[in-house]
Structure formats: C-alpha cells, structure tokens
C-alpha cells in the first residue's frame, strides 16, 4: 500500500487520501508457520567447505597473487600514523603474561593483507585498503560474477567512503540485485577505528568472493555488499570515534555524521535481508579493574534488541544464523558467548547484554526489518596480538552467516515478506511500546584469571536484553504530523529509507498533541556511559491530548501503514534520549503530532 505512494507517477498535486478502505481493514494478523530448521539436502550439499581451509602452513593469498599488477601501486604505511598507535604494542607490553596469552594459538591458517604481513606495526592503510578493492574489481571476471566499487561519499576528513558489490546479477545497481530475487547480504567492518579485526577480515572475505575464491559459489543464491572500512578517519588515528568526536556506531537513528548516512543511504538503496556489523571489545580493561579477570571468548555474538522489532526476524536471527554460527566457530576451536558489556564507572559492577536503545547499528538496521546481527572479537587493547587468531574468528563467522543466507533464500524472503504486510497493517491498531529496558537478574560468566590463564567463574548482576520490559507504551497512531520547520528531520526519515509525504492543501486531522509535563536537560546514555560525541539534549515528559488540529499546506505526513513503522516511532516520540525531538532535529512539541485517524487530505510527492 505505501509503495504505491513512492511509486505511482503524480502530476504537482494528487489527491492521496491514506488508503482509508485498506486501513480500515488492516489487523494484525497471526504468525504463519515457521519453516523447517533443517535445510534440505540439495542446499547443504551445495554450500561451500567452511572458511578457512584449515591446512597447516597454509597462506591466504593477495588478490592477485604475491605481487600486484603493475597498473596499482600498493601505499606504504603512511609515516602520519601515530608511532605509539595501540595496535603498534610489541608481545612483551600486553597486559597480561604467557600463561593467559597460551589460550589464544594461532590458527593453522594464515591471512595475507596489508595489514598483516609480518613485521607491520600498523594494520592496512586506507590507501592499501583503496588499492586492494580496485585490485579485485579490475582483475579479470569469471563467469558471470561482477564485482564493483561503490563510493559513498567521502569521511569528515576527506576519504572516500566505498563500497564493494559482489553478485551475478546483470549489473550491480540496486535494480539489478533486486531483479535477481536473491537476498542481499551488508558487511560493515570498523565503525570503530581501533578495532581492526572485522576490516582485515572483510578484505579476506571480499577476495574469497571474487572470482575462483572459495565464496564465489553462494553467489547463484545471493548477492554481498561489503563496506570494509565505514570510519576511516578513526582508523588512521587508531582511535574509536570518527574525526569529530562521535561514536558513529550511536548515530544510526539520528544520522549526524556523514560516515552514518552513508550506511544509512547504502542499506536504503539495497535492502538487505541481512546486515553483519564486525567490531572488536575490549580485553582487559574496566574487566580487570572490576572483576580481577580478563575476558576469554573469542567471539561475542549478538541480534538486534530493541523495542518493537518484528518476531519473526529476531527468531531467524536466532535460529538460522546465530546457532549454526555458533557451530561453525566451535568446529574451528573457537568460543563464543552471547554479546555482553560494563560501563566505564568503576564502581558499577553490572553486565550488560548490549543496549536496548535504537541508536546503534546493530538495532536501526533490525528495525528495517532484516537479520541484524553483531560480531565481536577480542581486540580491543592487545595491539596487534593473536590477530590471525582474530581475523580467523571473523571470517569464519562471517562465512557462516553468508551460508545461512545461501540456504535460507527462499525462507527469508518469505518471512519478510510477511514482517513488512504485518507491519503496514498495526497502523491505527492497538500499542505501540515507546521505550523498554533489559530484565535484570544474575549470571555466571565464564573468564580468564589473570595469572594461571585457567577459567575463572565470575557471578554478575546481568541486564539481559534478550527479555525487554516496557517502561512506556502508546496507542500506535496511523501516522505523524511535522510542521514544515521539522525539515531536517524529515531529511533524516528519507535517508532512512521512511516514506514522507507533503501536505498539498490545508486541511484538520484528529490528532494527539504533545502536552509537556516536565524538562530538563541531560546527555544520551548507552550500557558503557555518555556517548562520545554527543550534544545536550532535552529530556521531556508528556502527557497526549486529543483534538482536531489544522494542517497547513507545506507540513508533512509520515504514514504507519509502511514496513518501516517503527522506525519512525523511534524517531518521532519525543520523550525518549534518541527522539528527533530530544536532539533537537524537531525544533518544539507543536511541531509534531500523533494523527490518530485515517486523514483526508491532499498530498504532494517529497523531492
């Protein structure tokens, strides 16, 4: 129904009342039936061997062989990079001795970038990391598999931002991909430039994905979308937030970096079934500092955990990519946990399972209704240690996930399908939960003492974010109304992917208004403390007043009756830390409304 909104050709003005007929009729409807667990056999025979060949002495080779071809010149490390950079650690300066340092073999495997040949004291260059995607995308093609960069503008400091599209589709514009009817997977590595494991790892995986290498077969199911590098500002200053300050990985909802809305534009453009985030977490740390033990596992796994998402998605991210991942690392003799987190308050002993709120871009992207999933290894604050070990966790996980997709086309196509008519059809029917937390309780962790290495049993207050509880919930209205001063909101709802229509000409809906009940200002907050980056923002409490309201032409209208509802409920309600309003993208209360019925009014297409 909303697609025909975005769709339909339109002269300067059309009448488009809000599909009354079709709302009237819309209710939620029951869930189908979840489809098998098991693959057939034709699907698993097909899938390639796991990643990596685990061969003794084996070297994974450049793009194209040893050397490059001659017409690309790989940059040395560029003399800029900060000497004392904390992946620059030699062996003997780790914060922890042979006996915890024994846990971690490296692999019988070993990968061969830029960033990881022997004697490197810095991981790959944003030059070597530029050379090697142009090196795999000029070399000569297989078969049908098209390999293409994509620029997504540029970074705070002026680095391109890029992409890489791997498929067997026609072409590798988005229409293309579409035409195929294969899912689309997004890889993001580095949205924290001092965690390079997850960008080493998809320079690995890009390769095995071009022609001849070991992924190029789950191509006949899917198409890959790889964005190596997303903040390469931070990783030339080894640092985790980009050039102004922000942690870019907390500014998927209001999209103020251009480092986000290039994400944002990405996955708008592409749609992918499913998005892979690979970062690394801290080691040591506020770990040692609180709980006397250093962290053990080699991957922490996650799903998006956020109010509102869509059951079905969070089950398929369960069932079909975080188990079998499981299985795959613990066949590669690596652990995994699920994702969890301290702040950096030395006195708070509490555990999170990562943050509830729809900022990060493990949560924005389960909002748009795919397979969100989160990938971290251990990295943070070890330097350069164990990193093949590192890399081999997150290519193996990575290949995982591009095999669950492989086999489980069909399905999630399907149960999309499905999530994005559901969706459309709550709008005007009944709650909608505005804000929601982790349940607390208690859990034993499982981490390394800091002197034998031995595994040590640490008992913690746990926020598990898997069981949310409501702390608001509303009616779910049919849709927002913004007074036409709310633009640059608007802006950001488009780059999200939300469609907005303008009001042609005036008109009164039955709408609930904003009534404030109380302010004050504050600072947005995750699990770990204030986010870097992070502007005072206005904290209100409101209490919605019904009433028939004017619409002057030139104000906007953001249907619920689309797949990205709750999206737009993340934004749009003004008493939560990440609201449009809260961070002053909406610039008052009387600039938004809750339209409570279907409204007759008079729209206009948005540029």
């Not at 339109?10 to 709302?23: D, G, H, K, M, T």
């Not at 004291?121 to 000029?138: H, K, P, S, Y």
């Not at 746990?462 to 909101?489: D, H, M, Q, V």
């Not at 809906?509 to 403390?529: F, I, K, P, W």
């Amino acid at each position: 129904m909303t697609q025909t909104f975005a769709s339909t050709p339109v002269p300067a003005r059309l009448a488009l009342a809000c599909a009354a007929a079709l709302l009237a009729a819309c209710t939620s409807t029951p869930l189908p039936p979840w489809p098998s667990s098991t693959s057939s056999t034709e699907q698993r025979s097909t899938a390639p061997a796991p990643l990596p060949r685990a061969q003794p002495g084996v070297v994974v080779p450049a793009p194209l062989g040893s050397q490059p071809p001659s017409s690309v010149t790989v940059s040395p490390v560029r003399p800029s990079l900060p000497a004392a950079a904390p992946w620059a650690a030699a062996p003997q300066d780790l914060p922890y001795g042979p006996a915890v340092a024994a846990r971690f073999p490296d692999p019988s495997v070993r990968y061969d970038t830029p960033g990881l040949a022997d004697g490197r004291r810095a991981f790959t260059t944003n030059a070597e990391m530029a050379d090697w995607l142009r090196a795999l995308v000029t070399q000569p093609s297989g078969p049908g598999t098209r390999l293409a960069l994509l620029n997504l503008g540029t970074s705070q400091r002026g680095t391109p931002l890029q992409a890489l599209v791997a498929t067997r589709a026609k072409g590798t514009d988005p229409a293309s991909l579409e035409a195929t009817g294969r899912p689309t997977v997004l890889l993001v590595g580095q949205q924290h430039g001092d965690e390079p494991a997850g960008s080493e790892a998809l320079l690995v995986v890009a390769r095995e994905l071009a022609p001849g290498g070991l992924l190029e077969p789950l191509l006949d199911r899917i198409n890959v979308v790889l964005v190596p590098r997303a903040n390469p500002d931070g990783a030339d200053a080894a640092q985790r937030v980009t050039a102004s300050g922000v942690d870019m990985n907390r500014d998927h909802l209001l999209l103020n970096t251009p480092e986000a809305r290039a994400l944002a534009v990405l996955a708008r453009n592409y749609r992918p079934i499913a998005v892979l985030d690979a970062h690394e977490y801290t080691v040591v740390g506020r770990f040692l500092q609180k709980f006397h033990a250093i962290q053990r596992y080699d991957a922490l796994l996650q799903h998006a955990t956020t109010a509102n998402l869509p059951e079905f998605m969070t089950k398929a991210a369960r069932e079909w990519y975080r188990d079998p991942m499981v299985e795959a690392l613990r066949a590669q003799n690596l652990s995994s946990e699920w994702y969890y987190t301290t702040s950096t308050d030395p006195q708070d002993l509490r555990v999170s399972m990562g943050g509830t709120q729809p900022d990060t871009g493990r949560n924005v992207n389960g909002l748009k209704n795919t397979v969100s999933l989160l990938i971290e290894t251990r990295g943070v604050g070890i330097g350069r240690a164990h990193i093949q070990r590192r890399v081999h966790t997150q290519v193996t996980a990575i290949a995982s996930a591009l095999r669950s997709t492989a086999e489980r086309a069909a399905n999630l196509e399907q149960v999309r399908s499905y999530v994005t008519r559901d969706i459309s059809a709550q709008a005007c029917h009944g709650q909608v939960v505005i804000e929601a937390a982790p349940t607390a309780g208690q859990r034993d962790l499982t981490m390394l003492d800091p002197d034998t290495g031995a595994d040590r049993t640490v008992r913690v207050d746990w926020n598990s974010s898997l069981e949310l509880r409501t702390l608001k919930a509303r009616a779910r209205p049919c849709g927002y109304w913004l007074a036409a001063g709310a633009a640059p909101a608007i802006e950001r709802l488009k780059l999200l992917g939300l469609q907005v229509m303008r009001v042609a000409e005036p008109g009164s809906v039955l709408a609930d208004t904003y009534a404030e009940t109380a302010r004050e200002s504050g600072v947005r907050q995750d699990v770990r403390g204030t986010i870097a980056g992070g502007e005072d923002i206005v904290r209100v409490q409101v209490t919605p007043m019904r009433a028939a309201i004017d619409v002057p032409a030139g104000s906007y209208y953001v249907p619920l009756n689309q797949p990205l509802a709750n999206l737009a409920v993340a934004a749009l309600e003004p008493d939560t830390q990440n609201s449009y309003f809260a961070n002053r993208l909406i610039p008052g209360l009387s600039d938004t409304a809750r339209v409570m019925a279907t409204p007759s009014l008079v729209f206009e297409e948005t540029d």
